[in-house]
């Protein structure tokens, strides 16, 4: 039986199986080896009703443009800002991506970034392995309780809703900032950034990135979470202003943050590198075993089903 093909963007580095998976399956014309990748496009234009891409690669307005019967788009994460979802829908190109099976997994780095922030866990880890406590060279500061105080998150979506119910675990009072409130939730509603920012404790980021989202987290709101309130960001580093984060924690302006995304990723402010009162993970928040594995299942699923339906299973809307 013939294999249909798709035109994969770039590779999925991120689950080791999941080419040689997509090999398995289809005719995978791979556009990132490509030494010309315009060239390799006018090449296959006429062939290529779908594409497979990832939410750190998406696919831009020149791709779409130069596929004249492109139909579909599945990507492998959850984010879509880094897909031309306008140009798409113009077209009425479906796109899918990987939802739910990554909140957890998200969930559990924003706690983890949170509570080194909180208890200096990174720090601490440098000061010991720097044998420090073993020579008597100083000591830790004193650090944050988290249990009993406020949370507050914005984006109360399926991620934002995971890292909420942790905090009550804690014990902690949870608030939220959306674009609407929600009538399914119990947890207080704030209709601006900065009231919640001067009510939290910790500011969690869970909201979707790109152009509608992006500096959402400007001066204003940091300076209203004050000297001793902490951010964490486990969404899109566009959703914070980095440059006005980087100086008020310079400042003592705002306590400390947790970060797993940045502005201009892999690029990473020379500054946060040196300041302890910052913990970082290089944008790994799905990165466990578990999670890439239905990652790489939920996007073989949604091929499948629109080969075989012309339908998605987990359509973006």
Not at 77 to 88: K, L, W
Not at 104 to 121: E, H, K, M, P, T
Not at 184 to 213: C, H, M, P, R
């Amino acid at each position: 039986m013939t294999k249909k093909r798709i035109l994969q963007i770039g590779s999925l580095a991120g689950h080791a199986p999941a080419n040689a998976e997509l090999s398995a399956r289809y005719d995978v014309l791979e556009l990132w080896k490509a030494a010309d990748q315009e060239a390799f496009l006018r090449e296959h234009a006429q062939d290529i009703e779908v594409i497979a891409t990832s939410a750190n690669i998406g696919c831009k307005t020149n791709v779409i443009n130069a596929l004249p019967n492109l139909r579909a788009i599945c990507s492998w994460g959850v984010g879509y800002d880094t897909i031309d979802v306008d140009t798409a829908f113009a077209r009425k190109i479906k796109i899918s991506n990987t939802p739910e099976v990554l909140n957890d997994c998200v969930a559990d780095i924003a706690w983890g970034l949170l509570l080194a922030c909180a208890r200096n866990i990174a720090w601490g880890d440098r000061f010991v392995r720097a044998n420090h406590w073993e020579n008597k060279v100083g000591a830790l500061p004193l650090g944050t309780r988290v249990s009993g105080k406020k949370l507050g998150v914005v984006g109360l979506g399926r991620i934002g809703e995971a890292i909420a119910r942790r905090g009550l675990g804690f014990d902690m009072q949870v608030g939220y900032h959306n674009r609407n409130p929600r009538n399914d939730v119990n947890y207080q509603y704030f209709d601006s950034l900065v009231k919640l920012a001067e009510w939290s404790d910790f500011l969690v980021i869970a909201t979707v990135g790109g152009a509608s989202t992006k500096h959402l987290i400007n001066e204003t709101v940091l300076r209203a979470l004050g000297p001793k309130g902490m951010i964490v960001n486990i969404a899109r580093g566009s959703v914070i202003d980095e440059t006005a984060m980087v100086r008020l924690l310079e400042e003592g302006a705002i306590a400390g943050a947790g970060l797993d995304v940045f502005e201009f990723e892999p690029k990473v402010p020379d500054a946060l590198k040196s300041m302890n009162q910052v913990a970082m993970m290089p944008h790994v928040a799905s990165a466990t075993h578990e999670t890439r594995r239905a990652m790489t299942d939920c996007l073989l699923e949604n091929l499948d089903s629109y080969f075989s339906t012309g339908e998605m299973v987990t359509p973006v809307a």
